[in-house]
């Protein structure tokens, strides 16, 4: 590959810095030292690493030839199977990528690439020095290399040219391939292929093909807001992923914007007019024609996550994955057999094998959207409800609190942080049941059973927000737990937004006996070289303890009985099972979550366009006992046909209960509780022979689950 002959030329009409006699001295210092500088920056990464220098510059020397390289052949389909072995589909290439020339593309989001990704890409030759001397101190730091400074010639070359392994060597390798591929090549053509290239997410490489898939519109129509829109994208395509997580697109759009401020790039009013512009966003048909599946999507991000976007468009992969058809069959027909109405809202399912992590089922049905393709299992995120009451049950049990003898009140309740607040302004925590209904006090358990927001609310605070979000973290829960930092108490009663996968995942740690394993959607994988790639372990489970099984065998047997005679009645088919319902305030959202010793299976349903309440669907408002716990049970009970039923494992130890006071936010009389009337001596001799007549005082006696007043062993 021999560099071009003439003068380049400048990559836009109207260029992106003012250039002067400064930068042309500049850009004459980059060619002359171009070379020289890769080296410094290469001795600097050596020396972050530890490694010598005759290595290094024999590593450096050796491969750093861009003739003997190739770049990749797009176009190639990668194919992934069922558990089965049946075909589930291909992973396209040139169907999401349409390469166009740079007048095709608009100027603003070049200006916004370069602005946020490489601002001094006119400025450096290949490998930016200031860049890498900053990711250096953090490698420094971290004793390994965690943070690269990379140009956008360096990711042109990562993408084009070598593989994304985190190595010293492919660093070095790449450091030098960049180099020489900025003389090689003009700023414009580097820029324009990687433009070409890079991936914005939902299946979109390139900025074509991102154009289309989120405005239906050419690159070329794109404004200045769309273009830092998809410009803030390459970072973490799934992260900022504007179709199920507009908050986190915003955000990355206005850091875009701030950077183009920042560079002179643009003036500040024209910053704060496309700050406040809403996303508009309008997906195209090149998004909805895409016929994959939620699980499929699931496994390309993942193997995109190993592999790297180049290499796994590059294709020609075998990917053996752990879904079973069956289920997703099952699936599929449990939601539109109950959500049967095309005004109905979203429903969505995913299932887990709790010894291993395995996805069995993922799945989604939208009315009136059978080509969506919005990750609602995985990506999306709502507020889980009662479901999340869990945590907080496994939280005490873990701390030693014995939920049969620990008892709260069950009445309004109002948590005061701020003397002077109210319940209107949010300032203060007021809660209530779900159907406004109190039953004085009462245990865990009990409370447990009727889904008690009164009673969890002080719990909550008793074990602490903080403490329940380490024990849901501990248990799969992946989501962002925190409120701008802070674990907020409501947390406790569900109303921090989670995905169903991470309540399926956690779900399944107790259905392990208290063993967390990592959700695991890929068994193996063979490269377009014929070998299975062992070295990213795929289809090894990874397992942990997250809980002890005695905790574990608590709160399942407490969840067991809610599906018996609580909430979860409608769920329950027959065999050994537990789980727990959800419904956020205003019937937005409603869960099930729920588990045998074989399958996790979580369901969740709500609109997806927006959070509109569920109060009139088939004539009754949405709770997680409803159609939830009827799509759960009608999965279940057919998947697992055939199947033994298998009792819940009995622990080597259980749980050592410890003393425990109710904290001083906790409510310490029944504010409707009515004394007895007195009764005279002889009523009160003939109830003492009555009773002295029942038996020979040998039976057990009953528990009373609901005292009026506090048990004796029960701190006032």
Not at 460 to 487: F, I, N, W
């Amino acid at each position: 590959m021999s560099p071009p002959g003439g003068r380049r030329t400048s990559l836009d009409p109207d260029p992106l810095f003012r250039r002067g006699r400064h930068q042309r001295a500049a850009r004459r210092r980059r060619r002359r030292h171009g070379v020289v500088a890769a080296l410094a920056v290469l001795a600097a990464v050596v020396a972050v690493a530890g490694i010598g220098g005759g290595a290094a510059v024999f590593a450096y020397g050796s491969s750093c030839d861009l003739d003997s390289l190739r770049e990749v052949n797009i176009g190639a389909n990668t194919f992934v199977y069922a558990a089965d072995g049946s075909l589930l589909g291909s992973i396209p290439a040139e169907r999401n990528r349409e390469p166009v020339e740079a007048g095709d593309m608009s100027l603003w989001v070049r200006k916004a690439t370069i602005a946020v990704e490489d601002r001094r890409f006119f400025e450096h030759g290949g490998v930016d020095i200031e860049g890498i001397a900053r990711a250096a101190m953090t490698d420094l730091k971290a004793g390994r290399i965690v943070e690269g400074g990379s140009t956008i010639t360096q990711q042109l070359v990562r993408n084009l040219y070598i593989s994304r392994e985190r190595t010293v060597q492919r660093k070095l390798k790449e450091a030098c391939l960049a180099t020489k591929l900025d003389r090689a090549w003009t700023k414009h053509r580097i820029l324009t292929t990687y433009l070409n290239q890079v991936y914005y997410g939902n299946q979109a490489y390139g900025i074509q093909a991102a154009s289309q898939t989120y405005f239906s519109k050419p690159a070329s129509k794109l404004t200045l807001s769309e273009s830092a829109l998809l410009a803030g994208l390459t970072q973490a395509p799934s992260i900022y992923n504007p179709f199920t997580n507009a908050t986190r697109a915003l955000a990355r759009r206005a850091e875009v914007l701030r950077a183009m401020l920042d560079t002179g790039i643009i003036n500040r009013k024209r910053h704060a007019k496309a700050v406040s512009s809403k996303m508009r966003l309008r997906p195209g048909r090149l998004y909805r024609e895409i016929r994959e599946p939620y699980f499929f999507g699931y496994v390309r991000d993942r193997l995109i996550e190993e592999y790297g976007a180049g290499e796994v468009r590059s294709g020609g992969m075998r990917v053996y994955t752990t879904i079973k058809p069956r289920y997703q069959r099952l699936a599929e027909d449990a939601i539109r057999d109950t959500m049967t109405e095309p005004t109905d809202p979203a429903a969505a399912l995913i299932s887990i094998s709790p010894r291993t992590g395995a996805i069995r089922a993922m799945a989604a049905v939208i009315p009136n959207q059978p080509k969506n393709q919005f990750n609602l299992l995985s990506q999306a995120r709502r507020q889980p409800g009662s479901t999340f009451k869990t945590f907080v049950l496994t939280a005490a049990v873990d701390m030693g609190i014995d939920p049969d003898s620990t008892y709260y009140v069950s009445a309004p309740f109002t948590y005061k942080p701020h003397p002077a607040g109210n319940c209107d302004d949010g300032s203060w925590w007021c809660v209530h049941t779900y159907a406004n209904d109190y039953y004085g006090w009462s245990s865990i358990r009990s409370a447990t059973i009727r889904s008690d927001n009164a009673v969890y609310a002080q719990l909550t605070l008793d074990v602490t927000p903080e403490r329940v979000a380490q024990v849901a973290r501990r248990m799969g829960v992946r989501s962002q737990l925190d409120v701008k930092g802070a674990y907020v108490p409501a947390m406790g009663l569900g109303s921090v937004a989670v995905s169903p996968l991470d309540m399926a995942s956690a779900y399944a740690t107790l259905a392990a006996g208290g063993v967390y394993s990592e959700p695991m959607a890929i068994r193996r994988v063979v490269l377009a070289n014929g070998r299975e790639d062992k070295r990213a372990g795929w289809g090894v489970p990874k397992r942990r303890r997250a809980v002890s099984e005695g905790t574990a065998a608590i709160v399942t047997r407490i969840l067991e009985q809610n599906m018996q005679s609580g909430t979860g009645t409608r769920a329950a088919f027959g065999r050994p099972a537990a789980g727990k319902t959800g419904t956020n305030e205003e019937h937005k959202d409603a869960w099930f979550a729920g588990y045998t010793p074989d399958l996790a299976t979580t369901v969740w349903i709500g609109y997806t366009r927006a959070e509109i309440p569920m109060e009139s669907v088939h004539g009754i408002a949405v709770s997680g006992g409803s159609f939830p716990a009827e799509i759960w049970r009608l999965f279940m009970e057919p998947a697992l046909e055939g199947n033994e039923p298998t009792p819940f494992a009995e622990p080597a130890f259980w749980p050592q209960w410890k003393p425990f006071t109710r904290g001083r936010y906790a409510l310490t009389y029944d504010p409707y509780y009515t004394p007895p009337e007195e009764e005279d001596d002889k009523e009160k001799k003939e109830r003492e022979d009555d009773k002295a007549d029942e038996g020979d005082g040998d039976a057990e006696p009953a528990p009373a689950d609901e005292p009026s007043q506090p048990p004796s062993s029960e701190p006032g």
